[in-house]
C-alpha cells in the first residue's frame, strides 16, 4: 500500500471516512434496542416499600414487538441494489452513427450496439423515419435470473425495462446494459405475497454485459 501523500491523501482520508461513518450508521440503525436495561443498583435512603419487594428494578425501554425488529434484521441488507456503481457508458459506445442516403452524407440514423428489449408487439418505423435501430441480433426476450436466497437460476421471460442508470433515453429504449433494472415474469417460480397472491413480476438487475456475453444474466432483487 503507497501512502497518499497531500492533497490526494486528504481525499482519501475523507473518502474512508464517509464510507466508515454510513457503515456505522447502517449497521445502528438496524441494531437491535434490547428491551430491558437494568438499573444502576444504586441503594436508596429508607426501607423499600413492601410491595416494592418483589419486583424487579429495571426500567421497560420501549421496544418493537419481537417480529417487527427480527423483519427489521432480515430488511437490513435485503433491498441494496447488487450492483450500486455502474460504469457510465458513452453515447458514441452506445449507438454507431450511419450515414444513409445516396450520397451518404446524411447521417441521422444511429445503431444500438447493446443488447436491447422491444415489446411482443413490437413493429419498425419505415426506413425514412427510423432514428434508431436495434439489431434484431441483440434483442433479447428472456434472462438468467439467480434468486439469491434459493441460489438456484432460473430461465425468465422479460417483461420490460424498468430503469438503465446511464439515462431516460436508454431506457425508453431499451437498452440492457450492466446494472440495468429490468422486471422479469416470475409466475413459474410460484411466489407469493403475504396476502397469498401470486407474484407475476418482479424486478431483477443485469450483473454482466450482455453485448459480450451473448446472454442477460440477473439478481433478482427480493
Known amino acids: 500500500q503507497a501512502q497518499l501523500l497531500g492533497a490526494k491523501g486528504k481525499r ?4 474512508r471516512y464517509a464510507e466508515k461513518a454510513q457503515m456505522k450508521k447502517t449497521l445502528k440503525m438496524h441494531d437491535e434496542s434490547s428491551s430491558r436495561q437494568k438499573v444502576d443498583d444504586d441503594v436508596e435512603e429508607g426501607a423499600i416499600p ?5 419486583r424487579d428494578p429495571t426500567q ?3 421496544v418493537l414487538s419481537n417480529t417487527i425488529k427480527q423483519k427489521r434484521k432480515e430488511k437490513a441488507g435485503k433491498w441494496d441494489v447488487p450492483l450500486p ?4 457508458v458513452a453515447e458514441e459506445e452506445m449507438f454507431k452513427v450511419l450515414r444513409t442516403g445516396k ?6 440514423k444511429r445503431m444500438v450496439t447493446k443488447a436491447t428489449f422491444v ?5 419498425r418505423k419505415p426506413p425514412k423515419y427510423e432514428r434508431f435501430i436495434r439489431p434484431t441480433g441483440l434483442r433479447f426476450t428472456k434472462a438468467h435470473v439467480t434468486h439469491p436466497e434459493l441460489k438456484c437460476t432460473f430461465n425468465l421471460d422479460i417483461i420490460s425495462v424498468k430503469k438503465n442508470p446511464n439515462g431516460p433515453m436508454y431506457t425508453s429504449l431499451g437498452v440492457m446494459t450492466r446494472g440495468t433494472i429490468i422486471e422479469v415474469n416470475v ?3 410460484g411466489l407469493v405475497t403475504p396476502a397469498g397472491k401470486v407474484v407475476w413480476g418482479k424486478y431483477a438487475q443485469v450483473t454482466n454485459n450482455p453485448e459480450n456475453d451473448g446472454c442477460i444474466n440477473a439478481v ?3
Open 12 to 15: 482519501f482520508a475523507k473518502k
Open 50 to 54: 413492601s410491595y416494592l419487594l418483589d
Open 60 to 62: 421497560r425501554a420501549k
Open 85 to 88: 456503481k455502474v460504469r457510465p
Open 103 to 108: 450520397r451518404k452524407t446524411k447521417q441521422w
Open 119 to 123: 415489446g411482443p408487439g413490437f413493429t
Open 187 to 189: 409466475s413459474e417460480l
Open 220 to 222: 433478482l432483487l427480493v
